[in-house]
């Protein structure tokens, strides 16, 4: 694999542990805040302010397919590190992720998604369903790309290139979304 896309929710000593024990180099492109997708009549729905206390005894659907790992592991941290306190997950597995959002019958259950999945045409056709930003600092992801620290390929030199100019001008459309370039890069 000459790189990687992964995402974490600002868990700066574990990329540096990584970073370091690996020899990658950890290239932060956006960071952005959580989402909360819902019911339209869940209680949650109506606030205007969501926080990371209001989801604590709240169900959270996540998918057990294991290519979604990170980004259970990181809501798991997330919820330790801010509130010391493990959120209310109910996993599911699903041929496909398409099928895991279909997955809306428990409607006290919510899903926290990214602002590209609460956008996506999938979610969006489900009108009974209502996603909401979480206001909250602490409840942001960062998606990271990730490669080896002695890479030599030009072409990788050429991808970042190419994302930086896709994201830098996807991220003026996203309340709350911050682009990252290659300013906070953790390599080893």
């Known amino acids: 694999v000459d790189i990687a896309l992964t995402i ?5 000593d ?3 542990k990584v970073s370091e024990k690996k020899n990658v180099i950890f290239y932060p ?12 009549g869940h209680p949650l729905a109506s606030k205007q302010a969501i926080m990371l206390e209001d989801l604590l005894n709240v169900p959270i659907n996540m998918t057990a397919t294991r290519s979604f790992d990170p980004m259970r592991f990181a809501i798991l941290d997330l919820f330790t590190t ?14 496909t992720l398409n099928e895991f959002f ?40 960062t998606s990271f ?3 080896r620290a002695d890479y030599q390929k030009k072409s990788i030199d050429r991808f970042l290139d190419i ?13 709350g979304c911050t682009y990252l370039g290659n300013a906070g890069a953790c390599d080893a």
Request: one cysteine or more; hydrophobic letters at 45%.
């Open 82 to 95: 801010a509130l010391g306190k493990r959120p209310n997950l109910q996993t599911f597995s699903s041929e």
């Open 14 to 16: 574990w990329i540096a």
């Open 145 to 147: 790309l990730i490669f």
């Open 29 to 40: 492109v956006v960071r952005e805040p959580l989402h909360v997708w819902m019911w339209e």
């Open 163 to 175: 994302v930086e100019k896709v994201v830098e001008e996807d991220i003026q459309q996203c309340e």
């Open 102 to 141: 279909l997955n809306t019958h428990d409607r006290n259950a919510v899903f926290l998604v990214s602002p590209g999945v609460a956008a996506s045409p999938l979610l969006q056709m489900q009108h009974t369903m209502v996603a909401r930003p979480l206001n909250d600092e602490r409840a942001r992801i």
């Open 8 to 12: 974490d929710c600002n868990s700066s």
